[in-house]
Antibody, heavy 121, light 108 residues
């Protein structure tokens, strides 16, 4: 069974930093691309960032480019999101989400349960 | 950038009703679209992939259709557990994904 478990969320002041983690199990993590998707309170889903299976390719939404960094450790079956210069508008539940197999093309199939990030003074 | 316009934004219906939700893409995206269901406080769950393929384990009352710029999700006979928010997601611009704004399906 595919499992994605996020951690690292919490309350942080504007301008602060936070690092999210996602522990993956139930599949060959190193074979899949991964994503972070967020959802502000009462709002819709917003794709945030993508990383290829090998970490060779990363992409970011314009709203977080230059402030967030996605990374992964295939030996630890883990995905990360380093968030710097946080703003109030970054307040959201952050989901770890699985993309397609290496070399493949497609959408997101599995999601974690999410971790809440609150940016407030 | 590809924009996805989902309609309606909310919908009231009764158990047993047939409902249809639409997503329109700002440019042609072939069949590179999925549909997701999200219940309050829960993660999204994929229902449909490649516009019309049913995800394993999803009830057959859910169906998807469309190609190019217009897509629909149909629930043939609403069940109590179907009241949720539904999103479309395009991956034609992979890996830069775009979601629709969501449709909240409520009990009439």
């Amino acid at each position: 069974e595919v499992q994605l478990v996020e951690s690292g969320g919490g309350l942080v002041q504007p301008g602060g930093s936070l690092r999210l983690s996602c522990a993956a199990s139930g599949f060959t993590f190193s074979s899949y691309s991964m994503n972070w998707v967020r959802q502000a309170p009462g709002k819709g889903l917003e794709w945030v960032s993508y990383i290829s299976s090998s970490s060779r390719t990363v992409y970011y939404a314009d709203s977080v480019k230059g402030r967030f960094t996605i990374s992964r450790d295939n030996a630890k079956n883990s995905l990360y999101l380093q968030m710097n210069s946080l703003r109030a508008e970054d307040t959201a539940v952050f989901y770890c989400a699985r993309g397609p197999l290496r070399g493949d093309y497609g959408g997101i199939d599995y999601w974690g349960q999410g971790t809440l990030v609150t940016v407030s003074s | 950038d590809i924009q996805m316009t989902q309609s309606p934004s909310s919908l009231s219906a009764s158990v047993g009703d047939r409902v249809t939700i639409t997503c329109r893409a700002s440019q042609g995206i072939r069949n590179d679209l999925g549909w997701y269901q999200q219940k309050p406080g829960k993660a999204p769950k994929r229902l449909i992939y490649a516009a019309s393929s049913l995800q394993s384990g999803v009830p057959s009352r859910f169906s998807g259709s469309g190609s190019g710029t217009e897509f629909t999700l149909t629930i043939s006979s609403l069940q109590p557990e179907d009241f949720a928010t539904y999103y479309c997601l395009q991956h034609n611009s992979f890996p830069m994904y775009t979601f629709g704004q969501g449709t909240k399906l409520e009990i009439k």
